[in-house]
DNA sequence: ACAGCCATGTAACTTGTTACATGATTTT
DNA sequence: AAAATCATGTAACAAGTTACATGGCTGT
């Protein structure tokens, strides 16, 4: 969705024809989020199937170009006031991953969240090193480039601080195990069985 | 990707049949992302042209029981490890969205902002009473649900001071254009036009 | 008898990805 | 002349969602 949503905020801004959209787009996310050329044409035909845009025929330099259509204005308009995953929130894959990983027999945790981390902090110094580099820049045309940038650095933040609870949450299974084993049973562990 | 590989995970602890697989992944999951039964036959019968997984027949009560092969054995074993979303981290579309608020003319960003805000607090709300709840039942067996509703959380208040980061830049950028328009250039405005 | 859950599936659909074909224009 | 980029498209595919059909079994 989130595609045809940018396309169509693009066109809400000024008819453009298909190069110019992914070019737009790609300027705006700094690329982070790379639009396959492909996607652009399919999600247009889609858009128009849909009434949404049309083709408003050459722009004397020989391109296709669409604009948006009163149907199209709308959905623009109630887009962006709308609040984005309130209902189910996107499935979170690392934390389906860990959540299956703690609960499986036979699954090594430990390595998973290694890796993991590793992963994250390595992506947490691109991005701030991109920041760096944008700032340096002092365009300020990168304002959007920044945020999203803002948006990733926050998000991989809260992923490591997650990975370090998980950890540590294991790490006090662990203990309580123990604990178990010598006969002191701490009082989380009640039989539920009949 | 996610149920794919869920469902394989699932199987590479024991065989199970439909319906089992959607339980075991809801009760490790909490139901936060619920899954359409119908989802689990078409990727059983994706699993199984692929080879990863195989019909094993009737388990006694009729019920269609499959098992996981080696083939499938190595790619869960490979999916664990694996550090998640390194490449090109999956699209976020609130980042997008703002990033394109911010940048298009015509879209007033703060009613977008305070929306968000909005739903990200109450989304919060939820997330910590339902943590609350877990944890007064200490019930062991929900050491996964706790998880995946920490990184709920943590994910939700990385978002919200992302939002208060875009209105103080917005309220800065403002700010700019004031001095600006009383005569005092910011020292990031130099002119690029030629 | 009927409602509701367990259980297995199918069909049609959406968004998004990848690979390919084609030709024009620009740069080296 | 060759290579790169601009530009438009098509075909095939993957993952996931929704709605529907079907039948058995259980509790009221």
Not at 68 to 80: C, H, L, P, S
Not at 128 to 147: F, H
Not at 165 to 192: D, H, I, V, W, Y
Request: proline share 5%.
């Amino acid at each position: 969705m989130s595609i045809r949503n940018s396309l169509l905020a693009l066109l809400h801004d000024q008819p453009r024809y298909g190069y110019q959209l992914r070019a737009e787009f790609e300027d705006r996310t700094g690329a982070m989020w790379p639009l396959n050329i492909g996607q652009v044409y399919t999600t247009l035909d889609r858009l128009e199937r849909d009434g949404l845009v049309s083709k408003m025929g050459d722009d004397g330099d020989g391109h296709v170009v669409y604009g948006i259509t009163e149907a199209g204005r709308m959905e623009v308009r109630e887009w962006f006031p709308a609040a984005v995953g309130r209902r189910t929130p996107p499935r979170n894959e690392l934390a389906i991953k860990l959540a299956l990983a703690v609960t499986l027999p036979g699954v090594d945790v430990a390595p998973v969240i290694r890796a993991q981390r590793a992963a994250s902090r390595a992506a947490l110094q691109d991005y701030t090193k991109s920041r760096r580099d944008t700032v340096a820049n002092q365009r300020p045309a990168d304002t959007a480039w920044l945020l999203v940038l803002d948006s990733l650095i926050f998000q991989t933040e809260a992923e490591l601080r997650w990975l370090d609870l998980c950890e540590a949450r294991m790490a006090q299974l662990q203990q309580n195990r123990s604990f178990k084993s010598t006969g002191k049973a701490s009082g989380g562990e009640t039989a539920r069985r009949p």
